[in-house]
């Protein structure tokens, strides 16, 4: 579906129950809470390769992600390079609410993408009404504040150990359990070179070789790695 803005509210497609399992953010709220995020979200789609958030539209509200995937890319003059990828469940736009200077990154949809966005004020009135969610963010910004710091750790470690670290990472928090292994999108090489720092003509000669042992198999068909042999991938990763 092509259009970009829906306007309309979560209650014709969600209950409480799935709203709250759905973002491990809101699993802290109350009832009430929920019940009146639900009523003042605004869902949006948008096809792949899209812009969902522009440099300027920063601070204007948060997005969560009900599924598909998108990249926040940092501008540097001519330069761009992916910072993060994000998937279903996670959400972006939160640290700008409360911080007002000029953004040098967007958002781009990886795939067809389905977000809600919750303004500012109201997210941020949310949150000091509620202070079980209050805490639940900083709890997972803090969480966010780690993997940046696991990432520097990793600095100097082989290129195929910090990919494999990419891929766990995005096999645990947006994986999807198939007859395959875990299955996650089929990341370009330039993406996943830029948030593992290696090379891109790194990336793509790792995928390969761990695509010949069978560890993962990439379906390029339906833009999907499938993790096959999620253990060894963990015991690759957790060479640090």
Known sequence: MMNTDLHITL???????????????LTAANPETLEWLMSVAVEHEYPANRAVLMEDAWGNAVYFVVSGWVKVRRHSGENVATLAILGRGDFFGEMAILDESPRSTDVIALSAVKLISISAQRFIQTLFKDSQLHHRMLQLMVRRLRQTNLRFQLRNQPPAVKLANTLVSLGENYGSETANGVEIFNIPAKDLAD???IREEDT????????????????????????????QMVQLAGKI
């Not at 209650?11 to 953010?25: C, D, H, I, N, Y």
């Open 11 to 25: 209650k014709s497609f969600m209950q409480t129950e799935a709203f709250s399992e759905l973002f491990p953010l």
């Open 195 to 197: 948030v593992t720092d």
């Open 204 to 231: 793509v000669k790792i995928l390969e070789k761990l695509d010949s042992k069978g560890w993962i198999k990439i379906d390029a068909a339906n833009q999907a790695i499938h993790l096959v042999n999620f253990k």
